[in-house]
């Protein structure tokens, strides 16, 4: 990670908010203790990005 | 079967330092364009190949998305033969037309030469007739057409006499029908931009804006240096405020062409797009300058400085709520129209080439790239042969750049003739990718986007 915007986020990485998105990411995986594949990326960025267009609105404001 | 870690896989650097997981990294496999988020001890059993002590189901897993392959497998091959196979089943037929010769604007890296010249409506069969063979040939379920510039909108009668042809064609061989546009936006009024949708099969359109009016009109200016960014910033503000457009959603995408000169545009306009609340209306993307048959890429930037600042661009707009797409790059099996066997690029000449670059530019007039004219060339052939056609070939057996190139399965080598040109055509995603899956897993846990009051108050600062 060369980026500087990017060491600032993942900075944020290191208080609190890991803790709970690391909970949160494993909370979502059936048998946790056992897999070491915490997340597939993939299909989480999918179904955000499906999300997103979704949300365009239907009607102009 | 002995397995090892496929070739075509990159694993970020660590990230976090919970005390409950532990670190994570995210894994990305190139051969399938999928990528999961790891725990540090799976990493340790990858880098040191204990896949004895990896678990069923994340081995069956890493198995799918090929992060981890036989280890007599040759993986060159295997991208390789699959790009083939998807170049030869494709059931879309793509042929891209450019209806005129002519463009308002000067822009000062455009390699082509614009005249006046309009595509001949005696040159409408002869189009047809060669997509007519083409379906003798093999049975699309597609009919694609883009119209492409210099400015398609200057040849709008042309766009409007041909489309009804080709829609009557597709359908005459039950293919579907589609159009995209690709325009600089001066004449895509609102009138306009209802016709193309409403009556003329436009499902896509692109715009240029190299930057906020500043940087745009210093560059992207009509031939006699006028401005131009406020016309079509206006454009585009009258139809994303159309009922017919939120209806439609037809996707509008804004393309910024960047090099040294205006790269400081670039976060003014996706800023002020933001303001007018086009963020949830329009897709944007930064695209490096090359060259056009001209010395254009001599005033880009480098590809790492462009691919620090992409990132950059990236979490501005994920953080004004744009649509973020590509930071997990697809697969790309069919790097553009120039390796197919089959789509054609046809100009107001009646000039045929596979690749979207050389028309009207002088110095590719009397190139191999030009495959015939419609004049004289027989709808079932063409004059010369095509180029490039075997560049898959060439990657597998030459050992180029792209035969060792860990990327190559999301980037099919970006662009043949930029490499037989000697311009490395490498995209930012080589020199950034681990930048950006970190991004992704940001994104995913809604570390990169502000809250609506933290939007507002960016947006009343512009």
């Known amino acids: 990670m060369k980026n500087k915007k990017i060491l600032a986020l993942a900075g944020r990485l290191e208080e609190e908010d890991v803790r709970k998105l690391t909970d949160a990411a494993s909370s979502t995986v059936s048998d946790a203790g056992k897999n070491e594949i915490i997340q597939d990326l993939s299909a989480d960025l999918w179904k955000l990005e499906t999300q997103k267009k979704a949300n365009v609105p239907s009607q102009k404001n | 079967m002995r397995f090892i870690r496929s070739y ?35 990493h340790k059993k990858m880098e040191s190949g204990d896949f004895d002590d990896i678990g069923p189901a994340d081995l069956q897993r890493l198995l799918e998305i090929e992060a981890i392959v036989p280890a007599d497998e040759n993986e060159l091959e295997t991208v390789i033969n699959r790009n083939l196979s998807e170049l030869e089943d494709s059931d879309t037929l793509s042929f891209i037309i450019q209806p005129t010769a002519n463009c308002q604007l000067g822009c000062d890296y455009c390699g082509q030469l614009h005249t006046k010249k309009q ?19 093999q049975k699309y379920k597609n009919l694609r057409i883009s119209w492409f510039g210099s400015e398609p909108l200057m040849g709008w009668r042309n766009i409007q006499e041909l489309t009804p042809l080709l829609r009557s064609l597709a359908a005459r061989h039950q293919a579907s029908y589609g159009a995209a546009i690709v325009t600089n936006g001066l004449s895509l009024k609102p009138g306009i931009f209802e016709s193309l949708v409403n009556e003329f099969g436009i499902d896509a359109i692109e715009i240029t804006l190299d930057g906020s009016a500043f940087w745009h009109d210093k560059r992207r200016h009509t031939k006699e240096g006028g401005a131009t960014f406020d016309l079509i910033f206006r454009n585009l503000l009258e139809i994303c405020a159309l009922d017919s457009f939120a209806g439609r959603r037809i996707p509008i995408s804004i393309r910024c062409n960047v090099d040294a000169r205006n790269q400081e545009g670039v976060l003014p306009l996706i800023r002020q797009l933001a303001a007018h609340g086009l963020q949830r209306r329009i897709s944007f993307y930064p695209c490096p300058i090359h060259s056009w048959g001209n010395d254009a890429h001599t005033l880009s930037l480098t590809k790492e400085a462009y691919a620090d600042l992409e990132i950059g661009w990236i979490i501005e707009m994920a953080a004004l709520g744009f649509p973020v797409t590509g930071l997990i790059p697809g697969l790309k099996k ?47 052939g063409i004059s010369n042969p095509r180029v490039f056609q075997d560049w898959n070939t060439k990657v597998l057996t030459d050992n180029n750049t792209c035969s060792t190139c860990r990327m190559l399965p999301v980037c099919g080598g970006m662009c043949p003739k930029s490499w037989e040109e000697n311009l490395p055509a490498c995209p930012s995603n080589k020199f950034n990718i681990k930048d950006k899956l970190v991004l992704a897993y940001l994104y995913t846990r809604g570390m990169l986007t502000t809250t609506e009051e933290e939007s507002i108050l960016v947006n009343q600062e512009i």
């Open chain 2, 334 to 380: 069919s790097v553009c129209i120039a390796v197919t066997k089959d789509a054609e690029v046809i100009d107001a000449n009646g000039n045929i080439f596979n690749c979207t670059e050389v028309p009207y530019v002088p110095v590719y007039e009397n190139s191999g790239y030009v495959l015939g004219n419609l004049r004289d060339t027989p709808p079932a």
């Open chain 2, 119 to 137: 595509i001949d409506p005696s040159f409408y069969s002869n189009i047809l007739a060669r997509i007519e063979e083409k379906f003798k040939i």
């Open chain 2, 8 to 42: 075509y896989s990159l694993v970020t650097d660590s990230l976090g330092n919970s005390s409950g997981e532990g670190p994570v990294r995210v894994l990305y496999s190139t051969r399938t364009g999928k990528a999961v988020t790891i725990k540090e001890s799976l």
